[in-house]
Nanobody, 125 residues
């Protein structure tokens, strides 16, 4: 059974930074492209960032490009999302997801087969 265990969320002031982690349990991370999504209250889940299996080409939503960085450590079976210059509009539950089929970093949620439980990120103004 595959599990994605997220950590690193919390409360931070605008302009601050957080690093989210997502450990994949039960499957080699190297076999999956990985993505991060978020869902704010009253809104649909939206794509944040993705990275392919080898850590090569990455993909970012326009709203986070230049502020967020996705990375992966296949040896630790963990993917990260470094979030800098946080804004109140970044407040959401952040989910990591694993795509076991695609070779590229997909932005559509339907490409992903496994999802974490989510971690809350709150940015105060």
């Amino acid at each position: 059974q595959v599990q994605l265990v997220e950590s690193g969320g919390g409360l931070v002031q605008a302009g601050g930074s957080l690093r989210l982690s997502c450990e994949v349990v039960g499957r080699p991370l190297s076999s999956c492209a990985m993505g991060w999504f978020r869902q704010a209250p009253g809104k649909e889940r939206e794509f944040v960032s993705a990275i392919n299996r080898s850590g090569g080409p990455t993909n970012y939503a326009a709203s986070v490009k230049g502020r967020f960085t996705i990375s992966r450590d296949n040896a630790k079976n963990t993917v990260y999302l470094q979030m800098n210059s946080l804004k109140p509009e970044d407040t959401a539950v952040y989910y990591c997801a694993a795509d076991r089929f695609s070779l590229t970093a997909a932005a559509r949620s339907s490409a992903y087969n496994y999802w974490g439980q989510g971690t809350q990120v709150t940015v105060s103004s």
